[in-house]
């Protein structure tokens, strides 16, 4: 197998492992690191590196730090390195003048099963559209938004209750191996390319806040599947006494149970749940974040709370 130059991109925290197993596999030489520059990031003003900009510091490898993939001395730099492929994973778009630099092109790690969910939130539009599995896809990048040939897939199962939070971990780690397995196949010479079906593709685009606001008067699995799709980040919430409440998780315990009201609050006679009537359904809440509160169990937060227990989705 040929001992390959590599250039690994990315920033977030979901591309530390990807970057690990490479150095861990100890088959190919990483010849340099890109990754965003240093900014604030939560409370303070002390600026802080990205994830993978503080991992592969730890590692001993030089770092380029860039917030525009469009500079010509960002080019200039990465073709000086002389690079045989380069490894991107949660990473900006690259243009044109950069996929030419790499000797045997560029390849992405992206967390779907492509082409269903490209664009920049796929794991939380798979679990909102209740999906009952998922996975990642290793594929080359071209011109296109994620539709480059695909080198490999792998599949997992998502859970009905489980979240957005935890299907990112699990995906976090398959897709490390999974890439570093196609790197291999792409340095010995057998990685083979299969063009996607575009008439097959569906959107996953960037959430914003219009996406967290919850609409109690759609049926309980469309509610359930929107909590946990935005849970833990950025957050599915509700109106209550005119602030927001934050939802956390949920389960699904009626799809047709009938209502005359929306969004009520019905808790449960030895008060060991808190369950929200839908269109048609229910809810039970876990975990609440109420504005100006810490994160609870919804039982506890309604056992003291003396507003109104109604929640308003006509925001």
Request: net charge negative.
């Amino acid at each position: 197998m040929r001992r390959l130059r590599i250039v690994f991109m990315g920033s977030p925290d979901f591309a530390v492992p990807s970057l690990e197993k490479l150095v861990s596999a100890g088959n190919h030489d990483i010849v340099s690191v890109v990754s965003g520059t240093d900014k604030k990031r939560g409370r303070g003003s002390a600026l802080s590196p990205t994830p993978v900009k503080a991992k592969a510091l730890e590692l001993g490898f030089s770092v380029i730090e860039a917030d525009s993939m469009k500079d010509p001395s960002l080019h200039a730099k990465l073709a000086e390195l002389n690079p045989d492929l380069f490894v991107v994973v949660a990473f900006k778009i690259l243009p044109s003048e950069m996929l030419a630099i790499p000797a045997l092109g560029s390849v992405n790690l992206h967390a779907s099963l492509l082409p269903k969910y490209r664009g920049a939130a796929p794991i939380h539009h798979a679990v909102m559209r209740g999906e009952t599995d998922t996975g990642c896809t290793i594929f080359k990048l071209d011109a296109g938004v994620d539709t480059g040939g695909i080198i490999l897939q792998h599949s997992l199962e998502i859970g009905p209750d489980e979240t957005t939070g935890s299907v990112y971990t699990r995906l976090m780690k398959a897709g490390s191996e999974a890439l570093n397995e196609a790197v291999n196949r792409i340095a010995d010479g057998s990685a083979s390319y299969s063009k996607q079906d575009d008439s097959k593709a569906t959107p996953a685009p960037k959430l914003f806040d219009e996406h967290c606001v919850v609409d109690f008067s759609r049926p309980a699995p469309e509610v359930h599947n929107q909590i946990r799709g935005l849970s833990p980040f950025p957050t599915a919430y509700t109106l209550l006494d005119g602030k927001k409440l934050k939802l956390m998780s949920s389960s699904l315990i009626s799809e047709d149970e009938k209502h005359d009201h929306f969004g009520k609050v019905i808790e449960s006679d030895d008060g060991d749940s808190v369950m929200i009537s839908c269109n048609p359904g229910t809810i039970v809440l876990g975990d609440v974040r109420y504005e100006g509160k810490k994160q609870m169990p919804a039982t506890d937060f309604f056992r003291g709370y003396q507003g109104e227990r109604v929640l308003n989705f006509d925001l």
